[in-house]
């Protein structure tokens, strides 16, 4: 694993991360648990002796709902009631769960959808120029 110059862990990182598409959380040397989104100190034993992990991107869907009401974001991205999507819980490999957006399925059929579906991560570039910003997302494989 490399290890890359220190950034803070915060959302802002992660986001960071996500437009250099690497999907990276925080691994807890004390206890040995991961956290995605990355966590500064560790919830479980309250170490601050965290460092940056780079996760596979490979899991399954965990959980799942179709979004007909969509956030600002993804409206101007040309969702809404007409175009609905689907936003799922994501159990990736190393076993730490993360909510995105699913893609590859169609969102208007949700009872096609099958628990455990394998998905790859996929970093969505949405926004002009300066207001750019990469989104994380999950697509069927
Ligand atoms: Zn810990």
């Known amino acids: ?9 915060t959302s802002v990182s992660f986001e960071q991360y996500l437009s250099e598409k690497k999907l990276m959380g925080s691994h807890c040397n004390t206890c040995n ?10 919830p479980n034993c ?11 991107g490979k899991g399954k869907l965990a959980a799942f709902t179709s979004i007909y009401i969509a956030p600002t974001a993804m409206i101007e991205a040309g969702y809404g009631r007409d175009n609905p999507y689907f936003a799922g819980v994501v159990e ?37 120029s300066d207001t750019k910003k990469t989104f994380l997302a999950f697509r069927a494989v």
């Open 46 to 56: 309250h170490s601050d002796q965290l460092t940056w992990v780079e996760f596979s």
């Open 33 to 42: 648990k991961d956290y995605l989104p990355p966590r500064a100190i560790c």
């Open 1 to 9: 694993m490399t290890r890359t110059a220190e950034r803070p862990f």
């Open 92 to 128: 990736l490999d190393e076993g730490v769960k993360i909510s995105a957006q699913i893609l590859g399925m169609d969102a208007k059929t949700p009872e096609e959808v099958k628990i455990d579906t394998p998905l790859q991560v996929e970093f969505v570039e949405r926004g002009e």
